[in-house]
Protein backbone atom coordinates (compact mmCIF):
# COMPACT_ATOMS: atom_id res chain seq x y z
CA UNK A 1 0.00 0.00 0.00
CA UNK A 2 1.83 3.28 -0.97
CA UNK A 3 0.56 6.56 -0.35
CA UNK A 4 -0.45 8.92 -2.46
CA UNK A 5 0.48 11.88 -0.37
CA UNK A 6 2.14 12.43 2.89
CA UNK A 7 2.94 15.41 5.07
CA UNK A 8 4.96 15.01 8.29
CA UNK A 9 5.17 18.57 10.63
CA UNK A 10 7.96 21.19 9.96
CA UNK A 11 10.78 22.66 12.52
CA UNK A 12 10.45 25.63 10.53
CA UNK A 13 6.78 25.99 10.44
CA UNK A 14 6.98 25.27 14.22
CA UNK A 15 10.39 28.20 14.96
CA UNK A 16 8.18 30.59 12.98
CA UNK A 17 4.88 30.15 14.50
CA UNK A 18 6.93 30.41 17.94
CA UNK A 19 8.81 33.72 16.38
CA UNK A 20 5.41 35.47 15.62
CA UNK A 21 3.47 34.21 18.65
CA UNK A 22 6.20 35.04 21.30
CA UNK A 23 6.43 38.60 19.70
CA UNK A 24 2.96 39.61 19.34
CA UNK A 25 2.25 37.93 23.19
CA UNK A 26 4.81 40.00 24.65
CA UNK A 27 3.84 43.44 22.69
CA UNK A 28 0.28 43.19 23.18
CA UNK A 29 1.54 42.23 27.62
CA UNK A 30 3.67 44.91 27.48
CA UNK A 31 1.20 47.38 25.53
CA UNK A 32 -1.87 46.49 28.56
CA UNK A 33 0.82 46.52 31.25
CA UNK A 34 1.54 50.24 30.60
CA UNK A 35 -1.50 51.00 29.69
CA UNK A 36 -2.71 49.76 33.26
CA UNK A 37 0.33 51.46 34.83
CA UNK A 38 -1.13 55.15 33.00
CA UNK A 39 -4.37 54.39 34.52
CA UNK A 40 -3.51 53.47 37.77
CA UNK A 41 -0.71 55.79 37.92
CA UNK A 42 2.05 53.51 38.82
CA UNK A 43 5.62 52.83 38.40
CA UNK A 44 6.53 50.94 34.67
CA UNK A 45 9.22 48.74 35.67
CA UNK A 46 6.97 45.70 36.43
CA UNK A 47 5.69 45.49 33.01
CA UNK A 48 8.57 44.43 30.79
CA UNK A 49 10.13 41.76 33.18
CA UNK A 50 6.20 40.52 33.88
CA UNK A 51 5.22 40.54 30.31
CA UNK A 52 8.64 38.50 29.43
CA UNK A 53 7.51 35.86 32.21
CA UNK A 54 4.13 35.21 30.78
CA UNK A 55 5.14 35.15 27.49
CA UNK A 56 7.99 32.50 28.34
CA UNK A 57 5.36 30.10 30.06
CA UNK A 58 3.48 30.53 26.63
CA UNK A 59 6.56 29.69 24.66
CA UNK A 60 7.10 26.36 26.86
CA UNK A 61 3.77 25.53 26.32
CA UNK A 62 4.04 25.50 22.53
CA UNK A 63 7.31 23.70 23.16
CA UNK A 64 5.44 21.03 24.53
CA UNK A 65 2.50 21.22 22.04
CA UNK A 66 5.80 20.83 19.44
CA UNK A 67 7.13 17.91 21.43
CA UNK A 68 3.91 15.70 20.73
CA UNK A 69 2.90 16.93 17.50
CA UNK A 70 6.73 16.38 15.88
CA UNK A 71 6.26 12.39 15.64
CA UNK A 72 3.49 12.95 13.53
CA UNK A 73 2.62 11.39 10.06
CA UNK A 74 -0.04 12.27 7.43
CA UNK A 75 -0.48 9.93 4.66
CA UNK A 76 -3.42 9.49 2.24
CA UNK A 77 -4.06 6.22 0.64
CA UNK A 78 -6.97 4.21 -0.62
CA UNK A 79 -9.58 6.53 -0.36
CA UNK A 80 -8.53 7.08 3.63
CA UNK A 81 -6.09 9.50 5.55
CA UNK A 82 -3.54 7.98 7.84
CA UNK A 83 -2.65 9.19 11.33
CA UNK A 84 0.61 7.75 12.64
CA UNK A 85 1.67 9.68 15.85
CA UNK A 86 2.83 9.47 19.63
CA UNK A 87 -0.57 7.98 20.60
CA UNK A 88 -0.72 5.49 17.64
CA UNK A 89 -2.62 5.26 14.59
CA UNK A 90 -5.77 6.72 13.10
CA UNK A 91 -7.73 6.39 9.70
CA UNK A 92 -9.73 8.63 8.69
CA UNK A 93 -11.96 7.82 5.67
CA UNK A 94 -12.46 10.36 2.43
CA UNK A 95 -15.90 10.31 3.01
CA UNK A 96 -16.03 11.42 6.37
CA UNK A 97 -14.66 15.04 5.97
CA UNK A 98 -16.82 17.66 4.86
CA UNK A 99 -14.37 20.74 4.72
CA UNK A 100 -10.90 21.43 5.05
CA UNK A 101 -9.50 24.91 6.14
CA UNK A 102 -5.96 26.65 7.01
CA UNK A 103 -5.91 28.14 10.28
CA UNK A 104 -3.10 30.32 12.02
CA UNK A 105 -0.51 30.00 8.83
CA UNK A 106 0.65 26.27 9.87
CA UNK A 107 -2.46 24.29 10.53
CA UNK A 108 -4.83 22.26 8.49
CA UNK A 109 -8.27 21.37 10.08
CA UNK A 110 -10.36 18.95 8.76
CA UNK A 111 -13.84 19.08 9.49
CA UNK A 112 -15.70 15.82 9.95
CA UNK A 113 -19.30 14.83 9.40
CA UNK A 114 -20.01 13.96 12.84
CA UNK A 115 -18.68 17.56 13.94
CA UNK A 116 -15.20 16.35 15.38
CA UNK A 117 -12.33 18.61 13.75
CA UNK A 118 -8.93 17.10 13.37
CA UNK A 119 -5.64 18.88 13.26
CA UNK A 120 -2.78 18.61 11.39
CA UNK A 121 -0.21 20.69 13.12
CA UNK A 122 2.96 22.54 11.99
CA UNK A 123 2.68 21.77 8.40
CA UNK A 124 5.47 23.44 6.05
CA UNK A 125 3.09 23.81 3.04
CA UNK A 126 -0.82 24.05 5.09
CA UNK A 127 -2.55 25.33 1.52
CA UNK A 128 -1.22 22.82 -0.37
CA UNK A 129 -1.98 20.54 1.61
CA UNK A 130 -5.38 21.21 2.18
CA UNK A 131 -6.33 21.78 -1.49
CA UNK A 132 -4.54 17.75 -1.86
CA UNK A 133 -7.14 16.85 0.87
CA UNK A 134 -10.08 18.94 -0.67
CA UNK A 135 -9.69 18.14 -4.37
CA UNK A 136 -9.95 14.04 -3.12
CA UNK A 137 -13.12 14.51 -1.27
CA UNK A 138 -16.04 12.66 -2.86
CA UNK A 139 -18.22 15.51 -2.90
CA UNK A 140 -15.78 18.16 -4.02
CA UNK A 141 -16.71 20.52 -6.68
CA UNK A 142 -14.69 20.24 -10.25
CA UNK A 143 -11.57 22.73 -10.55
CA UNK A 144 -12.87 26.01 -12.01
CA UNK A 145 -12.15 26.51 -15.36
CA UNK A 146 -8.47 28.30 -16.14
CA UNK A 147 -8.50 31.75 -18.29
CA UNK A 148 -7.24 31.54 -21.02
Known sequence: MEAEFSWAPSRQAFLRRIAISTTLTFAGLAVLGLLVSLWFEAGILWVFP???????????EDYQGWRNAR???????EGRLLHEGPEGMGMISLTDIRRVR?????????????GTRVAMRYLPHPRETAAQIAALLPDSPPPAPSAS
Do not use: E, M, P, Y
Not at 50 to 60: D, H, K, P, R, Y
Not at 102 to 114: M, P, S
Open 50 to 60: TSAILTIGFAV
Open 71 to 77: LDRWSLS
Open 102 to 114: VRFGTRVILFLAD
